[in-house]
């Protein structure tokens, strides 16, 4: 199979280099879709969640799932690179790195199937990533019933919209049922990820990425002439102190083992200088670690807010909408795919955990997954204009994938009936 991905690396280069010239943002993803899915000729695509898509690659019975996210954010490029977007829009987050390398992957086993080798994976050598060059996948197709290695499951390649925004396009595809009619057993992602060093990946056993849910806070008062103060109740002080009550929650109120991080993002009060205005209105998230602590902190988070208002004389309306859960990554096969990888020559490490949220977290609450990050040797960060993973992490990311779907495939990860051994949802 290395052997295989190792072919399939020019074509997933020239592929990751259209991509990025030609983004697209969240919601409006068709174009980037069609042409992925030519690259993944004589494989049947099942369209799902509005602009996205699933394609199985190998026989019946249960299936690994890869993900693949389709959207880029929009922001102007200042890459420099000749192949650089220009339409407003950009892979700044590596999106275009991750669906070359699943399409890689998918190319591979397809091409294992469909072109049995005797080599073993033990003998083929590591990945080097060459120049891109176009290769093509005519003249062979799949074998229906076949399986790329003995003890291999099939493939289910999720092509998914929308991770950047809402409607969270994870939370569509697992809502349409497309994962339990392929029997999906196991989820595996990779993120690109600068503040990790190139040649190295994240395989970090439980929480990896935490919940976030953004919230909206309004508090109302009386509105005056800014010379005669004692005549009104000023929401914009109110607001002021319960934006820094609400950082006590942080410090008091929560486990200091359990990370919890509450942001205030944008203010707005008043149109006058000389005159107190009638309401104030702050928007945010939280975000937390913990399952058990995310429902509390929002309760918590309303009485503060709320009490406090009320010692300034005012009233407060809290909204919070839920966003994306805790990512936890299924204890075993992480650490199985880690202990694979290392047998490749990758440094891998177990300490990576990031308050940041991705939606893939909604995949771990129907099925064992794993999100991996890849670190690339980039100074510009995620979502970055300049932003810029170079050719090889495609390769890196490939590899990632494949050494998850390996472990994920192997039989002593599931039951007598199919289904994963041990494995929880999380509520």
Known sequence: MRAALHRELPTAIALRRELHAWPRVSGHERPTLERVLGALPGLDAERVAGTGAVVRVGGPGPAVAVRGELDALPMDERTGVPWAATNGA??????????AAAIALARALARTISEPRATSESRT???????????????????AGSHAVVGTAPLLVVLQPREETQPSGALDVVGSGVLERHRVQAMIGAHVQPLLPEGTVACTPGAVNASADEFTVTVTGVEGHAAYPHLTRDPVLAMAQVIVAAQHLVSRAADPMVPTVVTF????????PNALPREATAKGTMRTMSPAWRERLHQRFTEVVQDTARAYGCTAEVEIRPGEPVLINDPALTVRTGERLREHG?????????????????????APSLMMFVGVDTEAGLHSPAFLPGDDSVAAVAEALLAGYLEASSPSRFAADGHPAGHKTHP
């Open 90 to 99: 950009m892979h700044s987050c590596g999106h275009d790195v991750h669906l």
């Open 125 to 143: 050598p590591p990945l080097v990533t060459p120049e891109p060059r176009a290769t093509s996948l005519a003249g062979f197709e799949p074998r």
């Open 265 to 272: 993002g944008t203010v707005n009060a008043g149109t006058a």
């Open 346 to 366: 990758w440094d891998v490490t177990d300490e990576l955990r990031s308050c940041g949220a991705d939606d893939f977290a909604r995949y771990g609450e129907v």
